[in-house]
């Protein structure tokens, strides 16, 4: 977390000046249901998600875009998104294991124009599992 608040630290200067700017951490399903037996990890996760919220309070007014991408289950590149272990594809109402193509899908979005309306946010990819 001590990243994150740096890097914010240190790029939010350019973009007040520019009144333009997009700010994309990366968390955990677990941010939100807890990681038994690793309650630090969960709690580093769902800082993420905290230190997100308040900047995108405190910097929305400035045409800056905080959010958080919570990507579930995912295959690496190239390998078969249906070949996940049989525990993890039962929780995951699609079926498959995601793609980092559709996390970066994601990414792109917010970090794009189309993103502008969108403050503040966890957002997950994960195919529907449940947290």
Not at 95 to 107: C, F, K, N, Y
Request: glycine share 14%; aromatic share 6%; charged share 15%.
């Amino acid at each position: 977390m001590e990243a994150a608040r740096w890097l914010a630290r240190e790029c939010l200067p350019g973009m007040l000046a520019r009144g333009w700017g997009r700010i994309i951490s990366f968390t955990g399903m677990n941010a939100i249901q807890g990681y038994d037996g690793h309650a630090a990890v969960s709690v580093a996760k769902h800082g993420v998600w905290g230190l997100t919220k308040a900047l995108a309070k405190e910097f929305g007014r400035h045409g800056i875009t905080v959010n958080a991408i919570s990507p579930g289950p995912t295959a690496k590149d190239g390998e078969d998104t249906a070949k996940g272990p049989p525990a993890v594809l039962a929780r995951i109402p699609a079926g498959r294991l995601g793609t980092p193509a559709e996390v970066a899908a994601l990414a792109r979005t917010l970090a794009s124009e189309a993103g502008a309306f969108i403050n503040g946010q966890m957002l997950q990819v994960n195919g529907g599992t449940q947290t």
